[in-house]
């Protein structure tokens, strides 16, 4: 299954500190991206890394991908209860024009604490 | 600028009966898929359409079909509902081309229960 699976399921830190979430996945990918889900609703984009690219920023975030040993990191810093939410990652290997069928773990919950 | 628009937001229909979801992407964006998020899980995916054609599809029954009008809106319609098909359905638009490297837009999703 080219499924990824986040580690660990639940996490819970106090606000102002670093959150580290994992993802392993099993085959070849394109591209790998990182989904926030706050209660069930809709997913937010957060970031995308390509297959071809190791390290990527956005604001307080930071996703490390090391195809070699196929996983990615996303660390958010300086957290905010506001950052409390599910956290996906999401594989696709298609490279046609369109982006293509995405495959999600399971997520991490992410508590931060006030 | 509107994002992905679903709805209804919450639906509740009995064993038997069929069902129809509705989806209208982000402006911009031609390409449209549709997830299926069961409580504690990750989403699934159901299938994509593209140019008003389903593209790829998932590991669903032929219960779950869809379609795409020319304005690159979309429905989901599910036949004969199981208790297990209970879940979160989200629509999740994109563009083709150069631009299908920025990750997908979703929508906040149609709460499907079946009793």
């Known amino acids: 299954s080219q499924q990824g699976e986040e580690d660990p399921q639940a996490l819970s830190i106090q606000e102002g500190e670093n959150a580290t979430m994992n993802c392993s996945y099993k085959?070849?990918?394109?591209?790998l991206q990182w989904y926030r889900q706050n209660s069930g609703r809709g997913l937010v984009h957060l970031i995308l890394?390509?297959?071809?690219?190791r390290e990527k920023h956005s604001g307080r975030l930071r996703v490390t991908l090391d195809t070699s040993k196929k996983s990615s990191s996303l660390l958010i810093t300086a957290s905010r209860a506001a950052d409390t939410a599910s956290y996906f990652c999401?594989?696709?290997?298609?490279?046609?024009?369109?982006?293509?069928?995405?495959?999600f773990g399971r997520g991490t919950q992410l508590t931060v604490w006030p | 600028d509107a994002g992905v628009t679903q709805s209804p937001t919450h639906l509740i229909k009995t064993r038997g009966q069929q069902v129809t979801l509705r989806c209208s992407p982000k402006?911009?964006?031609?390409?449209v898929s549709w997830y299926q998020q069961a409580l504690g899980q990750g989403p699934q995916f159901i299938f994509q359409?593209?140019?008003?054609?389903?593209?790829q599809r998932g590991n669903f029954p032929d219960r779950f079909s869809g379609h795409q009008f020319p304005n690159y809106s979309s429905e989901l319609n599910v036949n004969a509902l199981l208790l297990g098909d209970s879940a979160l359905y989200l629509c999740?638009?994109?563009?083709?081309?150069?631009?299908?490297?920025?990750?997908?837009?979703f929508g906040s999703g149609t709460r499907l229960t079946v009793v």
């Open positions: 999740a638009s994109s563009s083709s081309g150069p631009s299908a490297n920025y990750g997908y837009t």
């Open positions: 085959t070849s990918i394109n591209n």
């Open positions: 890394i390509r297959s071809n690219e």
């Open positions: 999401a594989t696709t290997a298609d490279r046609g024009s369109t982006l293509g069928r995405l495959y």
């Open positions: 402006s911009g964006h031609d390409t």
């Open positions: 359409y593209y140019e008003e054609e389903e593209r």
